[in-house]
């Protein structure tokens, strides 16, 4: 298929459209994902394109929509979630919710997590759509909910209860297709793992009192030690292949003494020192690579007393826990429990298994050639994501899932710390980028 576009045109298009899902503050929680539905409904309704619009529970919408291809081969998925996480207003540059485009970047709340990847998948419908493309297989968006706050709303609720619209053969998703610069060489790490997640909850209890008569027993000082001995200690080292391969094919690459240092993580006894002594330089990459080397947890929400003048018979925390590829959550509390010892309870509020694809499959090929004809010099490599994405859901109904939303970013750019950050930004050229690259990369795959 050699149909020829105008890119210029294509790239305003799609930027707007990008701008407008920017501008829907589809902040989860509550979510309120209907409106940005609705508005891609009306794009698909446009272009005649088959589309529908499916609830959990109200204002909780996601949309899916169908290029039909021959048959031949098994469906692609292209997923993106339409909600996105919370903001900080006082502490971005510009409106997180307001589609600025200023120095060269395009600015606000889920401008790489991840409707940069929705805007560019829509798109890529509507260009096949538009060319008549001869497809050997059906072509399929889902712009789903609830994906930041565990995804039962959301893709768990459509593989439960309407299968029949994301079965497929493959999903493209997110975390995956960035640029990552590393010494000399540009890296584009393609997701093939993630880990899972055990959500669960800590409490500390003790004999309540009067606040003028301090308590060493008392619940919020309990928890009080065992959050500090959760937040200074690290949970067993554990390899897995693809995190192995990572780290060598950067170590590759990298020069003196990164080439040389980057293997030695990989050995239990001297990760721990190695990691700090990297994260003096480079606090953001020991961060990233330290969580890739085993299961973690971090304290996020604290609950306690009622009165300043009271010490509460209970206190509790929330635990945001993540576990590698294999690992069970009964290992994982086993873990939690040998740092914090036995003098609070553990309760686990939601859970899933951690994820592997294999990296051997057509897809993987192709999305490797596509890289090679728009950046030579670019090296994909696999990765595994220290969170997780929807691909979890999707593979419970047999598909192969990558993470792959394909952007290129310059070295000044660090997208792990945009992540969930503040002044989440995305370049203008970098989005056109890989508007282009998603779009050949899917038309290319399913001729």
């Not at 790489?112 to 059906?138: E, P, W, Y």
């Not at 960035?178 to 899972?196: C, D």
Request: contains cysteine.
């Amino acid at each position: 298929m050699t149909e020829a576009l105008d890119w210029t045109k294509v790239t305003d298009e799609a930027v707007g459209l990008f701008k407008e899902l920017l501008r829907l503050e589809t902040v989860n929680p509550p979510g309120n994902e209907r409106p940005a539905a609705e508005r891609l409904a009306r794009l698909f309704a446009a272009e005649g394109i088959d589309h529908e619009i499916v609830e959990s529970e109200p204002f909780r919408a996601s949309v899916v929509a169908r290029v039909r291809g021959s048959g031949k081969a098994g469906p692609l998925l292209l997923n993106g979630h339409l909600d996105v996480v919370p903001v900080d207003r006082a502490a971005w540059t510009h409106d997180p919710f307001g589609g600025v485009e200023a120095d060269g970047c395009i600015w606000g709340r889920g401008a790489i997590d991840m409707k940069n990847m929705v805007a560019m998948s829509a798109m890529t419908l509507v260009l096949l759509r538009r060319a008549g493309a001869r497809l050997s297989r059906d072509v399929i968006f889902a712009g789903v909910a609830d994906e930041e706050a565990g995804s039962t709303k959301g893709s768990v609720w459509l593989v439960e209860n309407r299968p029949d619209l994301v079965r497929a053969e493959y999903v493209l998703n997110e975390v995956g297709g960035h640029t990552l610069h590393f010494g000399a060489r540009r890296y584009y790490p393609i997701q093939v793992a993630e880990k899972g997640i055990c959500w669960f909850r800590m409490t500390a209890r003790g004999e309540p009192g009067h606040g003028s008569m301090p308590r060493r027993d008392g619940a919020v000082v309990k928890l009080a030690a065992a959050i500090e001995r959760l937040g200074t200690a690290r949970l067993p080292h554990h390899v897995t292949p693809v995190v192995e391969g990572f780290l060598r094919a950067l170590a590759s690459g990298a020069p003196f003494p990164q080439d040389k240092i980057l293997p030695l993580v990989l050995e239990p006894r001297l990760a721990g020192k190695l990691l700090d002594l990297l994260g003096r330089k480079n606090p953001d990459q020991a961060r990233g690579i330290d969580a890739m080397l085993r299961n973690t947890a971090s304290p996020t929400v604290l609950a306690g007393g009622q009165k300043v003048n009271v010490i509460p018979s209970a206190a509790s925390v929330q635990v945001d826990g993540r576990l590698l590829p294999g690992h069970s959550v009964a290992q994982f509390l086993a873990e939690v429990r040998g740092v914090v010892g036995d003098e609070v309870e553990l309760d686990v509020m939601l859970d899933h298994a951690g994820t592997t694809f294999p990296s051997d499959t057509p897809l993987y090929s192709a999305i490797r050639g596509a890289l090679a004809r728009h950046d030579p010099e670019g090296v994909p490599v696999p990765y595994m994501i220290p969170g997780f994405t929807d691909s979890f859901a999707y593979a419970r109904l047999g598909a192969i899932c990558y993470g792959f939303s394909p952007v290129r970013l310059g070295p000044e750019l660090n997208f792990t710390k945009m992540y969930h950050g503040h002044d989440e930004r995305i370049p203008r050229d970098g989005f056109a980028w890989g508007q282009r690259v998603l779009y050949e990369l899917v038309r290319d795959f399913c001729a």
